[in-house]
């Protein structure tokens, strides 16, 4: 008699799509298994599905996007990448965000950033995707140009540094030729033609299409806050243009505006969630700086143009800005803001609200429960904690998650509970939709 070899896959199936064995996950990590006391009450909101657009996540906690600083020279994603996504993305998060993505050759902030303006730069990212995939979880890529703030420096080299540290400050460009700070050694930016805005708002479809169709992300984040080129455009503090691009409201939110159509036109929407970053207010007193009214006037034109969600963050385009540190706040910075926009846009748009929400657990679960917000999304929390969404919150709230059959102890759905899981998810998310 010959005896069989037994492969890792005769006793789990591999998950499809990819070139080695990694359990197939019969149910996504960070789904609601039950209370830890054993009550039969409904879980928490933020442990309930979220329907976005096309997508729907199995709780409302997401990692942010985070630069990382360690794209080779070319730009492409490295094994380091695929180690620090995979392992957030293994741990159940709603959907991990990778770093803001530079659409353009000059539009990276530092050397280090990743890059997504070729087919080659987007194949390096497809394993990162695909191991996302073989978890049951979303992932995401913001898309960036950093107008006046690129070429620079990795932050942690601080931007002062960028002048005598790179030799492409002449590519610099922005709305208008007014360097993010008077002083320091950061470049003057040259004034963007028109033809130059044409190509990069062409160049934010080709990403977006590269994104989907060679590396396979389930949305896209179009970066438009801190003080990047889709955020300079909409503040006159940054854009001083006398053509269609720049002065009234309307003119300074016409490249964000044909941004998004030329990413819708590029990709598909039925499949792919596209969130917008914004910075909703300036944090500034110069009377010209962007503020809440604008935002939520902006937010009009996301509901307009069919944008699944809009993530609320702050400053980063005035350098007059006050630092933050130390001040002491009865709620996290961003969520008076969310707040504001979520009672504007009501159910036309969901608000992703970031910044401190890992602070205080419990603060962050009434939020969402309340609908001062729709999705919390997390960064440091996620680089202290990868399994944030498992120790962070659910094991503080007292709820039980299924967890990736590699490190789930315990909590091993059966095959009766899949089948209803299955159909409490898919009843949840009609609910949702209806
Ligand atoms: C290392 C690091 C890199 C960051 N890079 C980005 C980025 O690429 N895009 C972005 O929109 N925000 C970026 N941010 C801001 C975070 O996404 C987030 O908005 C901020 O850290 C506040 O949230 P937190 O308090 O949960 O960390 C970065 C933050 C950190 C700490």
Redesign the pocket.
């Known amino acids: 008699m010959t005896t069989k070899e037994v492969t890792p896959s005769d006793v789990v199936p591999g998950a499809p799509g990819v070139p080695y064995f990694t359990p197939e996950q019969p149910v996504a990590a960070g789904t609601f298994h039950s209370w830890e006391d054993g009550s039969d009450k409904p879980p928490p909101t933020i442990f309930k599905p979220l329907k976005v657009g096309p997508l729907t996540l199995q709780n409302r906690i997401g990692v942010?996007?985070?630069?990382m600083y360690s794209a080779a020279s070319d730009a492409k994603a490295t094994p380091f990448h695929l180690i620090h996504y995979g392992a957030l993305a293994t741990r159940g998060p709603g959907i991990t965000f990778v770093?803001?993505t530079a659409v353009s050759s000059d539009g990276r902030l530092s050397y280090n950033d990743l890059g997504i303006w070729n087919d080659e730069q987007a194949e390096s990212l497809k394993p990162i995707v695909d191991y996302a995939h073989t978890q049951k979880q979303f992932i995401g890529i913001?898309l960036g140009h950093g107008g006046r703030k690129s070429n620079g420096q990795p932050i942690y080299l601080h931007l002062e540094q960028a002048a005598e540290n790179n030799g492409k400050l002449e590519d610099v460009k922005a709305p208008s030729a007014i360097p993010f700070r008077p002083y320091g050694n950061l470049p003057t930016p040259k004034e963007l033609t028109k033809e130059e805005i044409k190509k990069i708002i062409e160049d934010f479809g080709d990403a977006a299409k590269r994104a989907v169709e060679i590396s396979g992300f389930d949305a896209i984040s179009i970066?438009s806050?801190?003080g990047y080129l889709n955020n300079e455009f909409l503040s006159k503090i940054s854009n001083k243009r006398t053509d269609e691009y720049g002065g009234s409201f309307e003119n300074r939110i016409r490249f964000l505006s044909e941004v998004i159509d030329n990413v819708k036109s590029k990709i598909d929407t039925k499949k792919v969630a596209i969130f917008v970053?914004i910075s909703a207010q300036e944090n500034s007193t110069d009377p010209d700086s962007w503020n809440i009214e604008d935002s939520k006037k902006l937010a009009d034109l996301f509901i307009e143009k069919g944008i699944n969600a809009v993530t609320t963050?702050s400053g980063g385009n005035d350098y007059r800005q006050p630092p933050r540190s130390g001040i002491k706040h009865t709620e996290p910075i961003h969520v008076p803001l969310a707040r504001e926009l979520k009672k504007h846009v009501g159910d036309k748009l969901l608000v992703s609200c970031?910044?401190?929400?890992?602070e205080n657990v419990e603060q962050t679960t009434e939020f969402i429960q309340n609908d001062t917000f729709d999705l919390a999304l997390?960064?440091?929390?996620f680089?202290k904690n990868p399994g944030l969404v498992w120790s962070g919150f659910a094991d503080k709230l007292g709820v039980r998650l299924y967890e990736a059959l590699q490190l789930g102890w315990g909590y091993w759905p059966n095959k009766q509970q899949i089948t209803d899981l299955i159909q409490r998810t898919e009843k949840e998310a009609s609910k949702e939709k209806a």
Do not use: F
């Not at 942010?64 to 630069?67: G, K």
């Not at 997390?378 to 929390?381: L, S």
């Open positions: 942010s996007p985070m630069c770093e803001s913001q970066h806050a801190h970053r963050s970031v910044g401190g929400l890992d997390i960064g440091r929390g680089l």
